[in-house]
């Protein structure tokens, strides 16, 4: 998105996010969720904090209705507005990587170009990304409906609902995908961790590890 501020500049402070990841013991990373409305998202992303905190591990949650009830709140869901919505949570994720938070996305993101523009902010500031896909039938997630939202866009009481009457465009090379009409929560919660421990998300950054030694 082009600056329309002018007369900014960047203000750098004394203390680096190393530092910050050295104070956590940990490093700071985005793991992105993305699927359909119903397909589990926010329930993996609240069984992963629970696992994570017993692991010491300091991570936050940012959820679609929970942003949309505030930062966000001016949107609506437009193809636009969708846009912005990503393009203002991926900008959050990035400070909160920067703190050396570990950050759970929860959004259904329909649009392949907005997750990849998220993914181009966090390689171009070497920041760690990860796109997991919350995969789930249309079927299933109209049999779950937990919000009553899929009844309402079949009778058109709710416009451009995602999977209904407007797109979603699944990821083709995500990171890791899940199946949650098929998975149980555990397995989707133990692959996940798979996927930290396999990229060093769960161990102390490596300057600390250094000092330590």
């Known amino acids: 998105m082009e600056q329309v501020a002018t007369n900014v500049h960047w203000h750098n402070g004394e203390i680096t996010r190393t530092d910050r990841e050295n104070m956590l013991s940990q490093q700071g990373a985005t793991l992105w969720f993305t699927g359909l409305s119903g397909s589990g998202k926010s329930s993996i992303a609240v069984a992963l904090e629970q696992a994570l905190a017993k692991r010491n591990k300091l991570s936050y949650r940012l959820d679609g209705d929970n942003i949309r009830l505030g930062i966000n709140n001016n949107l609506g869901f437009s193809a636009e507005d969708r846009t912005e919505n990503i393009r203002r949570v991926g900008e959050i994720s990035k400070l909160f990587v920067d703190s050396g938070v570990i950050v759970l996305s929860s959004?259904?993101?329909p649009y392949s170009n907005d997750r990849d523009t998220v993914r181009k902010l966090h390689q171009d500031n070497d920041m760690p990304f990860f796109e997991i896909f919350v995969d789930c039938s249309l079927e299933e997630v109209e049999k779950r409906d937990p919000k009553g939202l899929y009844k309402k866009a079949r009778s058109g009481e709710i416009k451009n609902f995602t999977g209904i009457?407007?797109?979603?465009?699944a990821p083709s090379h995500p990171d890791?995908?899940?199946?949650?009409?098929s998975q149980s929560l555990e397995t989707e919660v133990d692959l996940i961790l798979e996927l930290?421990?396999?990229?060093g998300l769960l161990a102390a950054p490596t300057s600390q590890r250094n000092k330590e030694s």
């Open 196 to 199: 930290m421990e396999k990229n």
């Open 107 to 109: 959004f259904i993101s």
């Open 165 to 169: 009457d407007a797109p979603y465009e």
């Open 176 to 181: 890791l995908h899940l199946n949650t009409d």
